[in-house]
């Protein structure tokens, strides 16, 4: 089974972009970021077309996530419990039928945090915080959960091409790492670092400065895995090529392969 996250940067602009790596790749679960969409706007058609399910969850101009699935979605939960006032959509949650048993796929969109000194930040913390509780509930029911998504975060200096120029970004600081490093010790698994040591291994080239040619990357999309899951991690990718294409988005899939085979 392969499960991919992807940062698309507004689904209506990077459409043509994102049929033709379903088709490529062929991911079985998807999970989308930056739609940029209220859910009745999203291009659902081309997708179903190549046989997934789709669920959303959409905000105007700003934010937004969806799964497509190629197995049937038996439960699709918006939004991240732990604040009633948080509106953003950000987080959504499903699960899918096994052989045995069940896989939950959460989406999430973590906040930016930037600038660090407004109440950017505080609030991306917070939602760190909430992250970890939702975690901390589904691992007590020993079943494969996998967190997908852009989480905003620089895991260490391995994961950037200059860590000094982001010393000070939301994305980069302390706070922001222990938090992430706080999620994997509660038993999730980093499955890029499973699988490789290396470094250079991006996932985001900004629109600026010629970073894409320069190669002046860093990774902030992750899929971290609970024991169930990890413990059928085959392999990981990252499909670099795509940032090449003509208007893409700064983000570029990453995907796993899981040992896990659909109802």
Same mark, same amino acid.
């Given at each position: 089974?392969?499960?991919?996250t992807?940062n698309?940067?507004?689904?209506?602009?990077?459409?043509?972009?994102?049929?033709?790596?379903?088709?490529?790749?062929?991911?079985?679960?998807?999970? /989308? +970021? =930056?739609?940029?969409?209220?859910?009745?706007?999203?291009?659902?058609?081309?997708i179903? $077309?190549?046989?997934? &399910? @789709?669920?959303?969850?959409?905000q105007?101009?700003?934010n937004?996530?969806?799964l497509?699935?190629?197995?049937?979605?038996?439960e699709?939960?918006?939004?991240?419990?732990?604040?009633?006032?948080d509106?953003?959509?950000?987080?959504i949650?499903?699960?899918?039928?096994?052989?045995s048993?069940?896989?939950?796929?959460?989406?999430?969109?973590?906040?930016?945090?930037?600038?660090?000194?407004t109440?950017?930040?505080?609030?991306?913390?917070?939602?760190?915080?909430? /992250? +970890? =509780?939702?975690?901390r509930?589904?691992?007590?029911?020993e079943?494969?959960?996998?967190? $997908?998504?852009?989480? &905003? @975060?620089?895991p260490a200096?391995?994961?950037a091409?200059?860590p000094?120029?982001?010393?000070?970004?939301?994305?980069?600081?302390?706070?922001?790492?222990?938090?992430?490093?706080?999620?994997?010790?509660?038993?999730?698994?980093?499955?890029?670092?499973?699988?490789?040591d290396?470094?250079?291994?991006?996932?985001?080239?900004d629109?600026?400065?010629?970073?894409?040619?320069?190669?002046?990357?860093?990774?902030?999309?992750?899929?971290?895995?609970?024991?169930?899951?990890?413990?059928?991690?085959?392999?990981?990718?990252?499909?670099?090529?795509?940032?090449?294409?003509?208007?893409p988005?700064?983000? @570029?899939?990453?995907?796993?392969?899981?040992?896990?085979?659909?109802?």
């Open positions: 089974m392969r499960i991919a992807w698309v940067n507004s689904v209506r602009q990077r459409l043509d972009h994102l049929v033709t790596w379903l088709r490529d790749c062929s991911p079985d679960i998807v999970c /989308l +970021q =930056e739609i940029k969409c209220l859910d009745e706007a999203f291009p659902r058609e081309p179903e $077309a190549l046989g997934y &399910n @789709v669920v959303t969850h959409g105007k101009t700003f937004g996530v969806a497509l699935s190629k197995y049937p979605l038996e699709a939960t918006p939004r991240l419990a732990g604040d009633d006032e509106l953003h959509a950000r987080f949650e499903g699960v899918v039928s096994l052989k048993g069940v896989v939950r796929v959460a989406c999430l969109y973590l906040p930016n945090g930037n600038p660090v000194d109440e950017k930040y505080p609030y991306k913390l917070k939602w760190m915080s909430r /992250l +970890q =509780e939702f975690t509930m589904r691992l007590k029911t079943e494969p959960l996998i967190l $997908a998504g852009d989480f &905003n @975060v620089i200096a391995a994961d091409y200059n000094a120029a982001w010393i000070n970004d939301a994305l980069f600081k302390p706070e922001t790492r222990a938090s992430f490093q706080s999620l994997l010790g509660l038993g999730m698994t980093d499955a890029l670092r499973a699988v490789t290396e470094p250079g291994q991006y996932t985001f080239w629109y600026q400065a010629g970073a894409w040619q320069k190669n002046w990357g860093i990774r902030i999309d992750h899929l971290l895995l609970s024991p169930q899951a990890s413990d059928k991690l085959v392999d990981v990718g990252i499909d670099k090529y795509v940032r090449a294409w003509e208007k988005s700064d983000h @570029v899939p990453v995907w796993v392969d899981l040992d896990l085979e659909a109802a």
